[in-house]
């Protein structure tokens, strides 16, 4: 029997991981490696260890198309491939994307195509890890009907843990994932950074916090967040609370800000009866917030 076909747009780190697991697991047979950059896109084969480096008029057909290009250009790549004439009714189109829906490829389903969404909860900034450590990743899923019951066991297969999520919910899902992960990482820098310049370096200065955030996960593990609060909001110490807001907005007014923030967050999970209120720590006279820069950002895939 003929393995079903996967041709992947966009084989990037998500992109190669996924066509790997898939391809190692004898789920699929890759295909077409379809990306901008030649030398990223034949690099993507040699770890993949299968497919065809082609450009999108050239792809082979396919019973699954793998869009997995950053979330802003996965509408312009399906609609590229909607124009194309390389789908065919009952073919299925899928993103890994966190933040969107199916639906921004909806256009497709009126070439008879089915259209979904599987976001592995996994960071896929080293591949070679993120292939090595998939088992037991959660996949969130949504999409047609037919074409998740088709994904769920391909894949489970690859070691993921797949659960159905609503399309209107995926925001709030993806802000789960960035909180935990990505702003954990900047979470961490400016933890740093106020080790520095408390005249700590910052190899000494992490390894001095790694021991405190394992303690931290382990304690949320086993007793949940509100338990596991310490310091002084669950302490109710509103002088020192207001003493390293000043601090950290003096070195920085977005740390300062964060640290204030997260504050409030903390409040809602201190013990009852705590003397402490949110208009105590918003009587300082600095800002509630920092503007976001005008220029742009730096993208990241």
């Known amino acids: 029997m003929n393995k079903p076909r996967l041709n992947i747009i966009g084989p990037g780190r998500l992109g190669r991981s996924i066509g790997r697991l898939l391809h190692m697991a004898g789920q699929i047979e ?6 901008r950059h030649p030398a990223s896109t034949a690099a993507a084969h040699d770890f993949i260890g299968a497919g065809t480096v082609c450009t999108l008029d050239a792809a082979p057909a396919a019973d699954y198309w793998l869009i ?8 312009a790549a399906a609609a590229n491939l909607g124009q194309s004439g390389r789908l065919r009714s009952g073919d299925t189109v899928l993103h890994c994307s966190g933040a969107l829906a199916s639906g921004v490829m909806a256009p497709l389903r009126s070439l ?25 990743t959660f996949c969130a899923c949504e999409g047609d009907a037919l074409a998740v019951d088709e994904l769920i066991p391909m894949f489970e297969a690859i070691g993921g843990r797949c659960s159905r999520i609503a399309a209107e919910h995926k925001l709030l899902y993806h802000a789960a994932a960035v909180l935990a992960c ?7 820098d400016g933890a740093l950074r106020c080790l520095e310049n408390a005249g700590i370096a910052r190899e000494p ?27 002084p909001v669950a302490r109710g ?19 300062g800000a964060a640290y204030r923030s997260l504050s ?17 720590l918003n009587s300082t006279n600095l800002p509630l917030q920092s503007p976001l820069p005008t220029a742009d950002l730096p993208h990241q895939p």
């Open 205 to 231: 200065a992490w390894h001095a916090l790694q021991p405190l955030i394992a303690g931290t996960l382990t304690n949320i593990d086993r007793k949940g967040t509100q338990q596991a609060l310490t310091g």
């Open 30 to 35: 890759v295909g077409a490696l379809i990306g």
């Open 264 to 280: 409030l967050l903390a409040l809602q999970l201190a013990p009852p009866g705590l003397a402490l209120t949110r208009e105590d």
């Open 112 to 136: 008879g195509v089915r259209i979904a969404s599987v976001h592995p909860l996994k960071s896929f900034a080293d591949p070679a890890t993120a292939v090595t450590d998939f088992t037991a």
């Open 68 to 75: 997995a290009t950053p979330d802003d250009a996965i509408a």
């Open 182 to 188: 990505n702003h954990l990482v900047a979470l961490m």
């Open 237 to 255: 110490d509103l002088a020192t609370l207001r003493a390293e807001i000043d601090a950290t907005h003096a070195l920085d007014p977005d740390i």
